[in-house]
């Protein structure tokens, strides 16, 4: 059975251009970029335009990009190489519903000492740009606040936040794997220091992450050895990879205005739906700033895991935010953070959805959720008006 | 992605005996919504012979957990009491084919229910339980049942308690209580006592205090948007303030215990915190 993938915040799969693109680089091309001979030393030039291609999508510089092996090593890079540069400024600045990558790398900064400030967001997942403001001070090294939530699909308000910093000469970072090839971008007019991309969110393999870094900002590497990437992110290229993260970007500046519309629709089309059958279920997040591709949806007094499963009996893949289906007992810090009750926390749902998918996908999801959320209800002793008050 | 058993994915994609009784004759009662799972069992017990003749539930939880609570219903039905009564969590999650170590605690859940099931026939009054007696705040468990859990499935370590009850699944502030009850239960030798600390100059004390607050205790409020402000230190007593998400915030006690905990552990053991 071909899964109906309702998943693509978590992983994307790989273009068919793009494993195209990338395959010769395995056996045929297995040269080292770094030798002196034609067969190595020609790949230092695929690599190049790749650079360029990746740069293209978001109108950077090639020399302004960094390749690295994952978003989550483009986040810490950026952090590392912030605190690194700025030794004398002890705080850093992020918020309560970034990934993992930035936050618990705050923690560790924390650990070490730093004072942090966890920037809090309102019911809709919203930023709260007071606390912001009145967080900012001169110890501040860094901020890092995520483009788009990869939970709820919020999309924050990166040129406001940029502004501010930049009349007090603070670095920005914005984790923005999320965004990069869903919506246009242009780092000419976004005044962001640093932009984390990651390659398996677009369309290219996992194992794949670049960092922007705007020209003349101070940069401190991340992992440390040879030459490669001038310096800055040390450690043979991973050329096929590479290789494949361009093709990808360069598909997804082709396609982005068309792609976006059309999964505004789908996703439009699939949460009224939903909405309308299933009963007391609701939109988690500000659905004004979104993302096109993202819906999460809470349906009260089920628990996730449990949909999750009977979806998956029908190929469906999605995910949630209860605790039973994190691995931990804590149900998701995006919609903790947000102040969501617990009865609905444990029942979100995230669609995630991407080129690949179709309306005829779209219309089977539709059809096969109501009765999954009607059944689980009958079995919940929560399933019934009266026994809600609890 | 949970490795689950083919018996125990049947049981949640089809399970068994699902519904509420009318006029039943016991009632069990057991978890809540917000911490995500909870079961209500019903059951039909024939008088005379004591006999379980029908038993249904309904479950707010995971697959494992519907999966061990239709377990439950199919393996007391047909016992008496007395004999349902010797239904382990370990008996449960054997009919289910065994689960994940991470979801032992719907096991456990069944058997609570059954428990409340049945002091409810015996009209005996479970006493609901203390707020002070819990260790886990967060998941609401008691010192009983991290104990009775911990004996009946030879638990030894934090990380198995909590698969097993949740309890240290949360904040994580009661982990050092858990440690102390697993000590007793199973007689593990306490560390030598560190040796006795350098009194103190009052300066050197003061300013201690303000390095404790600063590095060990604001970064952690600070992390769930929360914030405290050192006041006035009197000999012992070091007043402070809530600040940010830490006012009005219902656990607010627990976090003064641990802030005068980590107080005591690095700076005097007689320190006193209040509040403003």
Same mark, same amino acid.
Request: proline share 5%; aromatic share 6%; hydrophobic share 35%.
């Given at each position: 059975?071909?899964?109906?993938?309702?998943?693509?915040?978590?992983?994307?799969?790989?273009?068919?251009?793009?494993?195209?693109?990338?395959?010769?680089?395995?056996?045929?091309?297995?040269?080292?970029?770094?030798?002196?001979?034609?067969?190595?030393?020609?790949?230092?030039?695929?690599?190049?335009?790749?650079?360029?291609?990746?740069?293209?999508?978001?109108?950077?510089?090639?020399?302004?990009?960094?390749?690295?092996?994952?978003?989550?090593?483009?986040?810490?890079?950026?952090?590392?190489?912030?605190?690194?540069?700025?030794?004398?400024?002890?705080?850093?600045?992020?918020?309560?519903?970034?990934?993992?990558?930035?936050?618990?790398?705050?923690?560790? %900064?924390?650990?070490?000492?730093?004072?942090?400030?966890?920037?809090?967001?309102?019911?809709?997942?919203?930023?709260?740009?007071?606390?912001?403001?009145?967080?900012?001070?001169?110890?501040?090294?860094?901020?890092?606040?995520?483009?788009?939530?990869?939970?709820?699909?919020?999309?924050?308000?990166?040129?406001?936040?940029?502004?501010? %910093?930049?009349?007090?000469?603070?670095?920005?970072?914005?984790?923005?794997?999320?965004?990069?090839? &869903?919506?246009?971008?242009?780092?000419?007019?976004?005044?962001?220091?640093?932009?984390?991309?990651?390659?398996? &969110?677009?369309?290219?393999?996992?194992?794949?992450?670049?960092?922007?870094?705007?020209?003349?900002?101070?940069?401190?590497?991340?992992?440390?050895?040879?030459?490669?990437?001038?310096?800055?992110?040390?450690?043979?290229?991973?050329?096929?990879?590479?290789?494949?993260?361009? &093709?990808?970007?360069?598909?997804? &500046?082709?396609?982005?205005?068309?792609?976006?519309?059309?999964?505004?629709?789908?996703?439009?089309?699939?949460?009224?739906?939903?909405?309308?059958?299933?009963?007391?279920?609701?939109?988690?997040?500000?659905?004004?700033?979104?993302?096109?591709?993202?819906?999460?949806?809470?349906?009260?007094?089920?628990?996730?895991?449990?949909? %999750?499963?009977?979806?998956?009996?029908?190929?469906?893949?999605?995910?949630?935010?209860?605790?039973?289906?994190?691995?931990?007992?804590?149900?998701?810090?995006?919609?903790?953070?947000?102040?969501?009750?617990?009865?609905?926390?444990?029942?979100?749902?995230?669609?995630?959805?991407?080129?690949?998918?179709?309306?005829?996908?779209?219309?089977?999801?539709?059809?096969?959720?109501?009765?999954?959320?009607?059944?689980?209800?009958?079995?919940?002793?929560?399933?019934?008006?009266?026994?809600?008050?609890? | 992605?949970?490795?689950?058993?083919? +018996?125990?994915?049947?049981?949640?994609?089809?399970? +068994?005996?699902?519904?509420?009784?009318?006029? @039943?004759?016991?009632? /069990?009662?057991?978890?809540?919504?917000?911490?995500?799972?909870?079961?209500?069992?019903?059951?039909?017990? #024939?008088?005379?012979?004591?006999?379980?003749?029908?038993?249904?539930?309904?479950?707010? /939880?995971?697959?494992?957990?519907?999966?061990?609570?239709?377990?439950?219903?199919?393996?007391?039905?047909?016992?008496?009491?007395?004999? $349902?009564?010797?239904?382990?969590?370990? #008996?449960?999650?054997?009919?289910?084919?065994?689960? @994940?170590?991470?979801?032992?605690?719907?096991?456990?859940?069944?058997?609570? $229910?059954?428990? $409340?099931?049945?002091?409810?026939?015996?009209?005996?009054?479970? @006493?609901?339980?203390?707020?002070?007696?819990?260790?886990?705040?967060?998941?609401?468990?008691?010192?009983?049942?991290?104990?009775?859990?911990?004996?009946?499935?030879?638990?030894?370590?934090?990380?198995?308690?909590? #698969?097993?009850? +949740?309890?240290?699944?949360?904040?994580?502030?009661?982990?050092?209580?858990?440690?102390?009850?697993?000590?007793?239960?199973?007689?593990?030798?306490?560390?030598?006592?560190?040796?006795?600390?350098?009194?103190?100059?009052?300066?050197?004390?003061?300013?201690?205090?303000?390095?404790?607050?600063? +590095?060990? =205790?604001? @970064?952690?409020?600070?992390?769930?948007?929360?914030?405290?402000?050192?006041?006035? =230190? #009197? /000999?012992?007593?070091?007043?402070?303030?809530?600040? $940010?998400?830490?006012?009005?915030?219902?656990?607010?006690?627990?976090?003064?215990?641990?802030?005068?905990?980590?107080?005591?552990?690095?700076?005097?053991?007689?320190?006193?915190?209040?509040?403003?």
């Amino acid at each position: 059975m071909k899964p109906i993938y309702f998943d693509n915040n978590a992983t994307t799969p790989v273009a068919p251009e793009v494993l195209e693109e990338m395959l010769p680089y395995f056996s045929e091309f297995y040269g080292n970029p770094s030798s002196m001979h034609t067969f190595g030393g020609q790949l230092h030039r695929k690599i190049e335009e790749a650079r360029a291609k990746v740069a293209g999508l978001i109108g950077a510089e090639p020399e302004e990009i960094i390749f690295t092996s994952c978003g989550t090593e483009s986040d810490n890079t950026a952090l590392m190489s912030a605190v690194e540069s700025y030794p004398q400024k002890r705080h850093v600045i992020t918020t309560r519903v970034e990934h993992p990558a930035v936050l618990n790398f705050c923690k560790h %900064l924390s650990r070490k000492g730093y004072r942090i400030t966890f920037i809090p967001v309102d019911n809709s997942g919203r930023l709260d740009m007071d606390a912001f403001l009145k967080a900012i001070d001169d110890d501040t090294a860094v901020v890092s606040v995520m483009y788009a939530n990869n939970e709820t699909g919020v999309i924050f308000p990166i040129t406001a936040i940029g502004g501010m %910093l930049r009349e007090r000469n603070i670095l920005f970072h914005t984790d923005a794997v999320q965004v990069a090839g &869903k919506i246009p971008i242009n780092v000419k007019d976004l005044p962001v220091d640093m932009f984390s991309i990651s390659g398996h &969110k677009l369309h290219a393999p996992k194992g794949i992450g670049a960092l922007y870094v705007r020209k003349g900002t101070r940069f401190y590497p991340y992992i440390i050895g040879g030459h490669q990437e001038r310096g800055r992110r040390a450690g043979t290229e991973n050329t096929a990879s590479i290789i494949a993260l361009g &093709k990808s970007c360069e598909s997804a &500046k082709e396609h982005l205005d068309k792609e976006a519309d059309y999964l505004k629709r789908l996703r439009d089309r699939l949460e009224g739906a939903l909405l309308k059958s299933c009963p007391d279920a609701q939109v988690n997040g500000d659905t004004e700033n979104r993302l096109p591709n993202t819906t999460n949806i809470s349906f009260n007094y089920v628990e996730g895991e449990a949909i %999750l499963l009977r979806l998956d009996e029908y190929g469906i893949c999605a995910s949630s935010g209860s605790a039973c289906s994190s691995g931990s007992l804590e149900p998701s810090h995006v919609l903790r953070a947000m102040g969501i009750p617990y009865t609905a926390i444990h029942g979100s749902i995230r669609f995630s959805l991407s080129r690949y998918n179709t309306e005829g996908e779209v219309d089977k999801v539709i059809e096969m959720m109501p009765p999954i959320i009607k059944e689980l209800r009958t079995l919940s002793p929560y399933g019934k008006e009266e026994s809600r008050k609890c | 992605m949970w490795e689950y058993t083919k +018996k125990l994915k049947d049981l949640f994609l089809h399970p +068994k005996n699902v519904g509420e009784i009318e006029n @039943p004759d016991a009632v /069990g009662e057991v978890g809540s919504i917000i911490c995500g799972d909870a079961l209500r069992l019903t059951l039909k017990v #024939d008088k005379e012979t004591g006999r379980i003749i029908d038993a249904k539930f309904q479950t707010f /939880g995971c697959a494992s957990a519907i999966a061990s609570s239709s377990a439950l219903t199919e393996m007391i039905k047909g016992r008496t009491l007395d004999e $349902a009564i010797e239904v382990t969590n370990q #008996d449960i999650a054997e009919y289910l084919g065994g689960l @994940p170590k991470e979801k032992m605690h719907c096991s456990v859940m069944g058997r609570e $229910a059954l428990e $409340a099931a049945i002091a409810d026939y015996k009209g005996e009054i479970i @006493p609901p339980e203390e707020k002070e007696k819990l260790v886990c705040q967060c998941f609401e468990v008691t010192e009983e049942k991290i104990r009775r859990v911990a004996i009946e499935n030879h638990l030894t370590t934090v990380e198995e308690i909590t #698969d097993y009850t +949740k309890a240290g699944g949360g904040c994580g502030s009661c982990i050092p209580r858990i440690e102390e009850i697993l000590k007793d239960i199973w007689h593990i030798k306490m560390p030598e006592m560190p040796a006795v600390k350098k009194k103190l100059t009052n300066l050197q004390k003061i300013a201690l205090i303000q390095d404790v607050i600063e +590095k060990e =205790i604001r @970064p952690r409020l600070q992390a769930d948007g929360g914030d405290i402000e050192l006041i006035d =230190i #009197d /000999g012992n007593k070091v007043t402070v303030a809530m600040r $940010a998400m830490c006012v009005g915030c219902p656990m607010g006690g627990v976090t003064m215990s641990n802030i005068q905990e980590k107080l005591k552990e690095l700076v005097d053991e007689n320190i006193v915190v209040e509040t403003e």
